[in-house]
């Protein structure tokens, strides 16, 4: 079986490493979503101009910034949650008001079974990618870029004698003397570059 996310082998349909991820980027969503309302205006650039062909000019707005902040990130992970509620008989979700609501309250009940749904919830593959695509288009819109250079790919040979291949990646910005393979957890710390370099070379 492969993780639906890093296409790495794992025991279940999302791997742990990834599970993991999915959650903490659950922890920031409510955080995200009063960011992205300082991305809703378009550059000054754009006001005022107006299409060719068109008698009106552009709308004010960011489309795909407006989509995230009204539905966008609380719509996919509210599905989950009322299949989830209908498998654990629990009570149906009641209104939740303003979309920071929605979003923060369903955020909440996600991190707080997390442990049941990567262990017995049947769509939590689908819920980890939607929750990780949701998190790849807010950076996107916020213009967050990863600062990490791939240095090569983790030689650490699993119990099927294949090496992991995962890209091991590093923050030239972060002063940190490892480096931690995201798929199988294995850290290298500074005394094993060289000879690690080695082996990535060979």
Known sequence: ????????????PICESCWNFAVEQLRVFPKRYHELEDELLPSNGAQGE?????????LPLRIETLHLRT???STPLIKHEIEMRKTRQET?????????NRITKTCEYHIKREQWSFTQYG???????????ISNKI??????????IVIGSCPTIDEAGKPCNAK???NPQMRTTTITCRVCN????????RLLGKMLDA
Request: hydrophobic share 30%.
């Open 1 to 12: 079986m492969k993780c639906a996310n890093c296409r790495r082998h794992s025991e279940r």
């Open 50 to 58: 107006r299409v060719s062909g068109s008698k009106t000019p552009p």
């Open 71 to 73: 539905g966008g990130i």
């Open 92 to 100: 149906r979700i009641t209104w939740r008001g303003e979309e920071i």
């Open 123 to 133: 769509d939590v593959a689908d819920l980890a990618t939607t929750i990780i695509s």
């Open 139 to 148: 950076n996107f819109v916020l213009g967050h870029k990863s600062e990490d």
């Open 168 to 170: 091991l990646k590093v």
């Open 186 to 193: 294995t850290t290298w710390d500074s005394t094993q570059w």
